[in-house]
């Protein structure tokens, strides 16, 4: 499963942090 994020905010950058941790592909 590939996550994509648009733009990273105070909530977005660790909650992409540990998406990425997760083990799935994480494009920003």
């Known amino acids: ?3 994509a994020f ?3 905010g ?3 950058f660790p909650m992409a942090g ?3 941790q997760a ?3 994480t494009v920003v």
């Open 18 to 20: 540990h998406v990425a």
């Open 10 to 12: 105070t909530m977005g």
């Open 6 to 8: 648009i733009g990273l």
């Open 1 to 3: 499963m590939r996550v």
């Open 23 to 25: 083990g799935f592909t």
